[in-house]
């Protein structure tokens, strides 16, 4: 059964809410703590790309750093990504989360019960059935593929 890295926040009601149901359904996965391991410009840049995302789309431009930085009037432009991504890099609190990345290559934005269903169905779980729960020890997420994969050119 193919499985998936949580980007988690261990404060998070919502991450802690996606890991609840991924193991409910038995959904085995790997916990990423990017507060304490933050993406490198290219794994943040790969994964936008698997969510058909923008930077902004994924920004929590209401964090005190995204306001400190002005982040809310930043331009939404293609030429004002690398800005976008590099300060989301330099303050990881700024990604949205809990962020779902799939084996099957997909990722999604893990925020809704809506959301976590849908990467059960991919993975092919079957939502409580109570199967064995997915890791949960933070530092046991592989390496994205963003690290070791060409970085798409936007």
Do not use: F, H
Request: net charge negative; hydrophobic share 40%.
């Amino acid at each position: 059964m193919a499985g998936m890295e949580i980007w988690n926040n261990p404060s998070c009601s919502k991450c802690a809410a996606a890991r609840t149901a991924l193991d409910e359904a038995g959904v085995g996965y790997a916990v990423r703590p990017y507060l304490d391991r933050p993406p490198s410009a290219a794994e943040l840049t790969e994964v936008l790309r698997r969510l058909d995302a923008r930077p902004w789309d994924v920004c929590r431009t209401r964090e005190p750093a995204a306001v400190a930085l002005g982040m809310a009037d930043w331009p939404r432009d293609e030429a004002a990504e690398p800005r976008w991504i590099e300060a989301m890099v330099a303050a990881p609190e700024l990604i949205q989360r809990p962020l779902l990345l799939l084996d099957d290559g997909g990722a999604l934005v893990g925020r809704t019960a809506e959301a976590v269903a849908e990467a059960v169905r991919r993975t092919g779980a079957t939502p409580g059935t109570g199967a064995e729960p997915g890791p949960s020890t933070p530092g046991t997420g592989a390496t994205p593929a963003s690290s070791e994969g060409p970085t798409p050119a936007g």
